[in-house]
């Protein structure tokens, strides 16, 4: 398969938060949950991470318009113990769902040290960042798990049983953004393969197999994701599996509706995880930050094989995507601006 350019257009990130906003008010979302899917998907597009972000807009749409998505939820919180509690989202969007979970995972910790919520009836929550980030914006250090339909091999297997099932971590620093893990357990995500099949782009060698359990670095022929390092990135998969189907009592693996595949009036049934970590329960902040920050530095100093390329870490990349996204546009290609202007007609809403 040959490469082709990628046409694009920038429009800036609150030019496409009003307008999305407003086609989610038209379509009946709730205020509050059209916020927190708003916002969740114009950050994560800043950060770079366009697979998780703005592209998946129309998608969560035909959700709501299939009865898949509520779009205003009756939030139902049980309080578990000091520092548990359970979180039923009425199958609302993902998004939405797990800023309510961080919200009450961090009242947990404030009192108790630590928070863990679980929750489940949800729906796709997009980027695992963007809950972990609003955890460090609190001087806790913050965990986001999610499960997601079966994507990836068992090691040694043909067919895919596992969700890609992804972690994020972030922890609060001086004078910085926080450091931010945001990692699926395959080499990428199926949200990728799916923007590659639009670009006509190839995928790089080692990321996914067809249908036969053959590698292959044709988009449209992948059906199985690989995880990372192998049985490492399997086992990681099963953890998070066992936190957010066991742990909240939705299905697993092959037994969870597809993303794309599953009618829009079927819900996913998916849960999520979150934790929040008081850092002054173990050490003062404005101390542990500072040590933070220089052990980040220590590593971006650390000697690198190509001076041209230095050490970073995790988080580096997005930050800097961020900070050029801020100032000159969030890029759209082609395909994710025509969908866009198809919204605008069908909603009434003035396109940026």
Partial sequence: MKSKAIEEIKVSAKSLHDFMMNIMLKAGVRRDVAFYVTDGLVQTSL???D???LRLFPHYLKGVKGGRINPDPKYVFKRTSASTGKLDADHTF???????AVRK???LAKEAGTGHVAVYNSSHFGAAAYYALEIAKHDMIGFSFTNTDALIKPHGG?????GNN???????????????LDMATSVVTFNKIRQLRDSGLEAPPGVGADRNGVETTDPHKITTLLPIGGYKGYGLSLMIEVLCSLL???PYGPNIPKMFEAPMSQHRMLGHFMIAVRIDC???????KKRMSLLMNDLRSSPAIDKHNPVMVSGDPEKKKRSEREKAGIPLTKIEYEALIALAEEYGVPFP
């Fill in 47 to 49: 950060r770079g991470v």
């Fill in 51 to 53: 697979s998780h972000g």
């Fill in 282 to 288: 173990f050490q003062p902040v404005s101390a542990f």
């Fill in 166 to 180: 992804p972690i994020a971590f972030t922890v609060p620093c001086e004078d910085e953004e926080p450091l931010c």
């Fill in 248 to 250: 909240t009592g939705m």
């Fill in 158 to 162: 043909k067919e895919p049983f596992l």
């Fill in 105 to 107: 995972a961090i009242e």
């Fill in 94 to 100: 993902g998004h939405a769902a797990g800023m309510e």
